[in-house]
């Protein structure tokens, strides 16, 4: 499938994923990228437009996991939680320390914001938790240490 260039670009900042992140793992320059997501410019090589339809997907099902675990807790506790608590990282150095997963702060964020946009549409107060504003209780959110 082919995205269209605004396709492309809404795709690249639903994932959190900038322009020097992409033409870095494309081998390109910035410009490149700029060109890709500008009409009547180069399209993106198929070989970019599935690596970033790969990431949707990843994004999308960890964001379908994260409300899969809040229905749940609806279930157990027999209404919908008054606030989620969503991880948030700061830089990458904080992600680098506390993150689970190998991978970029801002690919993780994105998920977190999505999430806390959804969940606040369904009246699910989102609250996000930095490591230095409880570290104790972010590693403990975090499943790190």
């Known amino acids: 499938m082919v995205l269209s260039k605004a396709q492309f670009r809404e795709t690249r900042e639903r994932c959190g994923i900038s322009q020097q992140m992409l033409a870095s793992r494309a081998g390109v320059k910035v410009l490149s ?16 437009q599935a690596w970033l339809e790969r990431m949707l997907t990843q994004h999308v099902e960890a964001v379908e ?45 994105a998920r977190s914001r999505e999430i806390a946009a959804i969940l606040e549409a369904q009246g699910i107060e989102a609250r996000f938790k930095y490591p230095e504003d409880d570290e104790a209780g972010f590693q403990r959110l975090a499943n790190t240490r």
């Open 33 to 48: 990228v700029k060109r890709w997501e500008k009409p009547g410019e180069a399209e993106a090589p198929a070989d970019v």
């Open 65 to 109: 996991a994260a409300l899969d675990a809040v229905d749940e807790m609806t279930e157990t506790q027999g209404h919908a939680p008054s606030h989620v608590d969503l991880l948030y990282y700061r830089s990458q150095e904080h992600y680098d320390r506390y993150g689970r997963d190998k991978g970029d702060y801002a690919i993780v964020n």
